[in-house]
T-cell receptor, first 111, second 112 residues
């Protein structure tokens, strides 16, 4: 059974600090890695995707991928209260050419 | 602006009832998906479709069926609802390839 694991949290971070969210996956053949943000009562929306080892930056967000260790991280710099949400990690493709989803990490940014 | 619209945000049904959940996308996407989301379990794929009249089983298809008669519309059907199908149902669409999924607002179904 291929799995994607995330700490459910909640992860509490002071406003202005760096929030670090982690995700591990079991399938070494995985090629695509996505971070989605889901506000309470809303649907997921894409924050970032990464395909290659290393870091990828987009504004205050940085995705980090380490295929050898099978983990992917999302860093949020200068955290804002509006970043409070559940962050979902998704990894693919599986044998059906689909994504496998983690259960999400709830992030709380304290003003 | 891209849009995936789900027909009902909240539904309450009784055990044994037939349930239709409809999803419409306006982005001319080939691929459409139905997921359910339960606390602590993440998103689980029920069915997906690559094209009109095509459907593929996801990870948890039991108790569900789907219909895609038009490119923009993908329906999820619960032939005989059961209490263990109480959940949040999310429709999503994607252009060809393996890119971003666009989600609808979700349909929260309660089966009594």
């Amino acid at each position: 059974q291929k799995e994607v694991e995330q700490n459910s949290g909640p992860l509490s971070v002071p406003e202005g600090a760096i929030a670090s969210l982690n995700c591990t996956y079991s399938d070494r053949g995985s090629q695509s890695f996505f971070w989605y943000r889901q506000y309470s009562g809303k649907s997921p929306e894409l924050i970032m995707f990464i395909y290659s080892n290393g870091d990828k930056e987009d504004g205050r967000f940085t995705a980090q991928l380490n295929k050898a260790s099978q983990y992917v991280s999302l860093l949020i710099r200068d955290s804002q209260p509006s970043d409070s949400a559940t962050y979902l990690c998704a990894v693919g493709p599986d044998s059906n050419y689909q994504l496998i989803w983690g259960a999400g990490t709830k992030l709380i940014i304290k003003p | 602006d891209v849009k995936v619209t789900q027909s009902s945000r909240y539904l309450v049904k009784r055990t044994g009832e037939k349930v239709f959940l409809e999803c419409v996308q306006d982005m001319d996407h080939e691929n459409m998906f139905w997921y359910r989301q339960d606390p602590g379990l993440g998103l689980r794929l029920i069915y997906f479709s690559y094209d009109v009249k095509m459907k593929e089983k996801g990870d948890i298809p039991e108790g569900y069926s789907v219909s895609r008669e038009k490119k923009e519309r993908f329906s999820l059907i619960l032939e005989s609802a059961s209490t263990n199908q109480t959940s949040m149902y999310l429709c999503a669409s994607r252009a060809g390839g393996f890119g971003e999924l666009f989600f609808g607002e979700g349909s929260r179904l309660t089966v009594l």
